[in-house]
């Protein structure tokens, strides 16, 4: 729990366990490895809606939400990569109350970037941050954007789906 220990000052304590197994089940039959990062908090707070404003993806809807989502942007002319379960597609792993949606990219180094399909911009977004890094500083309103909230401090609330 090295990683979720650091989002627990934002999340609190973790709400699932033992998932991570079924995460990477998916990412094995999708032929990829997801980053470990994303695993361990996906494991800990995955399906779970994060202030009313970010759904985060997690065992119970990866797959599901891959396959409808994913097919819908990947056809979107504004979503620049494949979306996974097509090989080397990119992971939508969430979404916004606002219809944004939140992927990892992966590289041809192994690494994978948050980028996001911004809807009200109708635009790509990339980062050069991983996962964990990026979602722990958008979480703590650290990352300068107009497209996602300004979080009031402490923990956020989660609602279990």
């Known amino acids: 729990m090295r990683v979720v ?5 934002l999340l609190g304590p973790p ?3 033992g998932e991570g197994p079924l995460i990477e089940a998916i990412a094995k039959d999708w032929g990829v490895e ?8 996906a494991d800990a707070y995955g399906d779970t809606s994060i202030s009313g404003f970010i759904f985060f993806c997690g ?3 990866l797959q599901k939400y891959a396959d409808g989502m994913g097919r819908l942007l990947e056809s979107s002319r504004t979503v620049p990569h494949d979306v996974l379960p097509t090989p080397g597609g990119a992971l ?3 979404n916004t109350i ?6 990892l990219v992966p590289h041809e180094d192994g690494t994978w970037t948050v980028s996001a399909f ?8 990339d980062t050069r941050l991983g996962f964990s890094e990026w979602f722990h500083q958008a ?7 107009d497209w996602l909230p300004e979080w009031d401090a402490g923990i956020h609330p989660l609602e279990l789906r």
């Open 5 to 9: 220990g650091e989002f627990e000052r």
């Open 15 to 17: 709400v699932r366990s």
């Open 34 to 41: 997801f980053p470990s990062d994303f695993v361990e908090v």
């Open 59 to 61: 065992a119970r809807t």
């Open 92 to 94: 939508v792993w969430g």
């Open 98 to 103: 606002e219809g944004d949606q939140l992927f």
């Open 118 to 125: 911004r809807r009200g911009w109708a635009d790509w977004h």
């Open 139 to 145: 979480l703590a309103g650290e990352i300068a954007t």
